[in-house]
């Protein structure tokens, strides 16, 4: 199947899109940003700042505009991403999920009813949708995934245990992976659901304490005996989960690779601060060419980055490459801005590993990005395993 926001075309024109780009970058770098602080110690996105979001559209930027989002295709999504990515990844989080790994499940899989039903309130931020892949076991590798639905009269009933889902704390939506059957000839036997949060048997534990990213609440979710109508079976096709789950996060992957080079960016920005402002014996330490050596290598990294994220969500809205350079961007950007940030905290010295510095706070939210959406391993098994096949291939077809 393809992607649908994709392929349609972008719905917004350029122009239109550089007002957007404009209007959002403004909202965080004067709305968001003087609360950074306050959004890591309330471990919280603020209500009016989820509402101005709300306003703004970006609970459905990704979502097309027949189902009530702005229509912006994955070009124009990684430049609002790169925008994201330059303060609390927590925002990004809160209307990441909407957009991205739930919402593009319903935009490409859902029937015609279910995107009805669902797709206008997910776009208007009424609905927070999360998405319940993996599990104790079944991380890296979903086909293990335990997870059982069992078709019982019109119902389907689930039985199971996600964990480390983002936004579970406050999710109104359930995207849930569940097994039918064991994998056959058939297909991988992997289904996808749509699980009200408040659905009898549904239950979300306590957010889970993280390394980083306060105020993007993760938690376990158990579903037991979750009763379903058939009608939330997505696409109403028994086998559409596991493809479900790779095309969502294959876009997803030059998204997060985006939200990296904004993170590697703002930790360029603070460290140029830093080090014209900062004094060593009456020298700025900027001055010193091994500080300038760090910041050159910081400032490479973040133009290849973007440079890369732009040519390869290029290649996924034109449908060139929507497998192997999504994993590409995310493997290079992901460990870029873990370097980039890691020279942040070298730069700014014993200030850079203290609490309520920026550079200490991004290099603990973006230690993330290596293992979400698939750990930086995974992302070079699909780009050797992929191009290895191609090479075979044609070897096999001289
Ligand atoms: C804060 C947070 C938020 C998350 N949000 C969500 C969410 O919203 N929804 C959701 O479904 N999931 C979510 N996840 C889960 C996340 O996608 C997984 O943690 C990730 O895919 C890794 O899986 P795992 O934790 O089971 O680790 P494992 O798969 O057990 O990996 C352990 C190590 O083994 C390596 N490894 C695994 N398989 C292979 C292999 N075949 N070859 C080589 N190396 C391998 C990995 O790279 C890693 O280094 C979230 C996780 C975190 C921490």
Redesign the pocket.
């Known amino acids: 199947m393809s992607d649908q926001a994709d392929s349609v075309g972008p719905e917004v024109d350029a122009e239109d899109f550089a007002a957007i780009l404009a209007t959002t970058r403004d909202y965080i770098r004067t709305v968001v940003m003087p609360r950074e602080r306050e959004i890591a110690d309330a471990d919280a996105v603020p209500d009016d700042i989820r509402a101005g979001l709300a306003e703004m559209g970006m609970f459905g930027y990704a979502i097309p505009q027949q189902w009530g989002g702005l229509g912006l295709d994955l070009t124009q999504d990684v430049e609002l991403a790169m925008e994201f990515g330059y303060t609390s990844l927590a925002m990004r989080s809160l209307f990441g999920?909407n957009n991205g790994?739930a919402g593009q499940v319903l935009v490409n899989f859902g029937t015609d009813e279910q995107k009805a039903e669902w797709l206008e309130r997910i776009a208007s931020g009424e609905v927070i949708a999360?998405?319940?892949?993996?599990e104790d076991g079944?991380?890296?590798?979903p086909a293990g995934l335990a997870t059982r639905a069992v078709r019982d009269g019109d119902d389907w009933v689930i039985d199971g245990t996600?964990r480390?889902?983002?936004?579970a704390p406050v999710a109104d939506l359930f995207v849930v992976f569940a097994r039918t059957r064991p994998a056959d000839a058939g297909g991988p036997g992997i289904a996808v659901f749509l699980v009200p949060a408040d659905a009898a048997g549904v239950t979300v534990g306590p957010k889970d304490r993280?390394m980083g990213?306060e105020g993007a609440p993760?938690s376990e979710v158990d579903f037991s005996g979750v009763r379903v109508p058939a009608s939330s079976l997505v696409g109403g096709d028994e086998d559409a989960g596991y493809r479900a789950a790779m095309t969502s996060l294959a876009r997803g992957r030059v998204h997060i690779a985006a939200v990296a080079v904004g993170s590697a960016r703002r930790a360029l920005d603070e460290s140029l601060a830093h080090a014209a402002t900062t004094t060593q014996g009456g020298t700025a330490v900027g001055d010193f060419q091994l500080v300038q050596a760090m910041i050159a290598d910081q400032q490479v990294g973040v133009m290849a980055g973007q440079a890369l994220v732009r040519e390869v969500a290029a290649k996924y809205v034109s449908g060139e490459d929507r497998r192997i350079a999504p994993s590409v961007a995310k493997l290079f950007c992901t460990e870029m801005a873990g370097k980039v940030a890691d020279l942040a905290v070298q730069i700014h010295g014993g200030t850079g590993y203290m609490r309520g510095v920026v550079v200490e706070r991004i290099y603990r939210d973006i230690r993330?990005l290596r293992?979400?959406?698939?750990?930086?391993?995974?992302q070079r098994?699909i780009i050797g395993g992929g191009l290895m096949r191609g090479a075979t291939r044609e070897a096999t077809a001289r």
Request: net charge neutral.
């Open positions: 999920t790994i999360s998405f319940a892949l993996t079944a991380g890296s590798n996600k480390f889902i983002t936004n993280k990213q993760t993330l293992l979400y959406e698939g750990t930086s391993e995974i098994l």
